[in-house]
């Protein structure tokens, strides 16, 4: 059985994730019960990016570049794998904490370690929809747009806060079973259900928990180091409800198939 020697993320086997596909990561992290570690863990990894060197062309990190220069041994690979890779539901036990939201889905770990010690915005990054500094699920969600219909004098992406607020509702209250009818509390579901039929139908996943400001993207729960607008990723949207009041929780001390353990984010 596995057991850590000390409260520091350098002992931690990270290096064992090297070589892992999403779903031998997911086994593994459970193996290591790698969420009883979130106290210490989580604002550790978030130091260690921050303590990244940078490369920088014009302006533009170079997202290629300073991978390469920093991800130099198996258990900084495997630590990207976790941060990137892993469901962030296997690495952070309950991301609508408020001790934990700086951490949540919403978060792209390794360019937050970055905004948070180097003050570096995510919209320097050089990133496409094909990087590997983000996970999968959120940079579909940082690369979504619009409907080409949509009327940009119209704030909240053409759609206006009345009708996010009906969508909102509509993909918050459950559709069937025993509870059928009800309306789910917007800061515990983390995702918009049942939106065929509605202008957000091929929204990804978090775009939706984004424009609907919903789980962690909720006012009352989201902080600056969350993607909380997929238009600009340094933004923090006015509220859907203008008397929600914002509290700003603690912050940090300072569908692919699967790719193979050799798909580095400099390849």
Known sequence: MFRLISNNITDFPFERFAECNASQCEDLAAELNITAYNSWMLPQILAHYGSWDLVAHEGRIDSAATARKNMTTPWR????????????????????????????????????????????DYQQWDLDSESKLVSKDLLSAMFWSPPQNADPAIPYYGLGSEELLQLREHGLTVKSGARQGQVQKPTSTWKLTGMKGTILEDAPALATTMLAQIWCAHPSLRTEYMVLDPSNWDSMPEPLIAETVFVEPPKPVKAKAEKAYYDLPWN
Do not use: E, F, I
């Open 77 to 120: 690979v495997g630590l990207w794998r976790v941060c990137t890779q892993l469901r962030r539901g296997s690495l952070v036990k309950t991301q609508n904490n408020p001790l934990s939201v700086n951490y949540c889905a919403l978060v792209p770990l390794v360019l937050a370690g970055l905004k948070r010690y180097q003050n570096v």
